[in-house]
């Protein structure tokens, strides 16, 4: 495929309640075995990108570890090649920290690559999609971009915060806006397009010559009039990791199969990095419901409705109820846990019942004792 993929960092909307206070957030566990980067990532080689550079923020060491060689991602390091880059000075405030900040800092890394195309899309974003057949499409269109957006009915409860578009009767973009939750109908930008390496290069330096806070999403807003921006729609499972109650929600809602058969197709499989675990054991008189739990587990308690990643232990008398269990935390003898994040290395052995609620879910630190 002739295109480098870009993986872009969260923006500042995104804040996922405590989670990234300790790595960012594509590299947060998510539905017990995955890091939230796999899915984007799978994309790009599922579509036969090889090539790929993921941008990061801060807090980089986690993504690091997660994301290695790029190998576990099917990547051909004879002909491809994963970069993770950030920039490597200190910013005055955070607000300067921004994509093109990095961007530029990195530009020659941008400028090497011989792909003549480049797909830029965020890491916090959860779809399935094959971009080679929206590079495709966005050669034969002649336009000047591609930009990625899926319709929805459900705007006032989900994908809130997130941008929107403003198409005309040929899907070219007029405009951009956010969804504030108004409006039952919306087309939400996924953030993500598709563009010649030239022009991206152009937007670039041009975003930093017009202001130091433009992220790229700013200077493509600025050029609806002078470029010929195009609307490509997905169809197909779309989700928004940009808040802690969205993270609950969509690990919630993938428990469901139906659901998430819109999400994992045959063929397209979702790479993450593995290990050797043992299968998880369940004692008896434990007892598992309508629950993802993934291996390495030993379940002695009762466990229903909920996410449980790697080597979590759940001893006997506990409930976890409608909760996700980041890896490796400890869930003590008769401790009940009801809408409950628990983040890795967490013991709770000396506090008994912690209830959250969908929309504010109980966060417990990673490495906490309680």
Known sequence: MRALGIINFENSNV???GLDDYRPAPAIAFLGRYRIIDFILSNYTNSGIDNVQVYCKEKPRNLIEHLGSGSHYNINSK????RILYGEKSFSSPVYNHDVANYMLNMQYIEEDTNPYVIIAPSYFIYSLDFSTVLQTHIESHADIKAIY???NDAKVQLLGCDTLALDKEKKVTGFGTNRGKKKANTISMEAYVMTKKLFIDLVKKAAETSSLYWLKDIIADSVEELDIRGYQVRGYVAC???????FRINMELRDRNVAKGLFKPGWPVYTQ????????????????????????????EVTDSVISRNVTVR??????????????YIGENVKLDHVIVDKYAIIHHVKALTGTDEEPVYVKRRDRI
């Open 316 to 329: 006997k008398g506990a409930i976890v109820k409608d909760s996700i269990i980041l890896p490796g935390a």
């Open 15 to 17: 804040n996922i309640g």
């Open 150 to 152: 899926q319709s929805t």
């Open 241 to 247: 990791v940009n808040s802690a109650s969205e993270y």
């Open 274 to 301: 593995t290990n050797d675990s043992a299968p998880t054991t369940y004692a008896a008189g434990s007892c598992v419901k309508g629950s993802v739990v993934a291996n390495g587990c030993a379940i002695e308690g």
């Open 79 to 82: 002909r491809g090649k994963l």
